[in-house]
């Protein structure tokens, strides 16, 4: 990781105590409430009622906060976050870009409720972006690397280009986190994540998160959260808060090791059409060595056939066979399942925290049945 990013690694796990008065608990406590003291007057920064504040998610949102470098807020899963982004900027009569070949529920979500709104929902592949053509859009959508392709996009170019011509950038950056990708300071107006990924890290819990520095889009963003409800349980709040301490630490060797084991499938006779973005024969590579400071955790490849695939995923003592990515166990699974525009012997792996050799001999063994 970069000096930058150690620092905020190690500053993001003493962040609780620095607030600290004698006697309160080092812990963040879980704050299990929807009403508060309140007698007489309601009063500035004296909390009034749990659909509008928490102390557990704020002591969450500091620590999201510190790592995006920018005001964020928590919602109760990646979708919700998304949503609520959405939301704070169109309007009826809206054009709006999403790439074909991001997370599908956003498309999904675009095309069944956005469109009847009034807004126009332009779809157009990860690589196809650079084309440009912003002119009259109010919102682009970018996903870098994409989801499950790994194509990536110039995210500093795309965001100046949607700047200049009046529109918003938001970037899903929920495969990178900030640990591997910083798209604001790439230019980015938004960040949205899914938390549930990486950052939660276990598979035992669903969030998400909206970062901005732009204070009327995140005032929005708050009143929407408040306002439709769509909140964090405390108790999520309180696990994500939990995990997001480690998020460094299994980052870092999750990324470490999918390029071992990127490399050893790249040369594997039973694989085919690999991808990840940290192979210097990738076709992303080196637009993802100028915009990411890691090449994340998420691979691309394919066997012969659904069955070889299957076969692999299934055979393969230290995979969970498991939709989503970004646990400590890795997982993979066959994306043309879902429908995906991809081969059907394509598999999406997703490196966990398991020791490297162990983890490529299991991978290894499956891969020869
Ligand atoms: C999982 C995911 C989401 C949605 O997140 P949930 O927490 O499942 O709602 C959004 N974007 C990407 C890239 C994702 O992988």
Redesign the pocket.
Known sequence: MSDRDDELAAKLVHLRGEGLEKGDPLALPLTLTSMYHLPGDPAPGVPGYGRAENPTWEALEAALSLIEDAPALAFP????A?SAALFAVVKAGDRIVIPTD??Y??RLLADRFLAKLGVTVVTRPTLDMARGGFEGVALVFL?TPS?PGLDVCDLAGLCEAVRAAGGVSIV?N??MTPFGQRPLELGADVV??????APGGHSDV???HVASRDAAFMEEVAAWRKLAGGIPGPFEAWMLHRSLETLPLRFERMCDSAEVIAARLAEHPAVRNLRYPGLADDPAHLMAKAQMTRFGFLIGLELESADAAERFINGCGLLAAAT??GGVHSSAERRARWGDDVAEGFVRLSVGTEPVEALWAALDAALRG
């Open positions: 899963s990646g979708m919700a998304i991001g997370y529920t956003t996903e989801n899903d929920t495969t949205v994540a899914s938390d549930t990924k669903l969030m998400g989503s990515f």
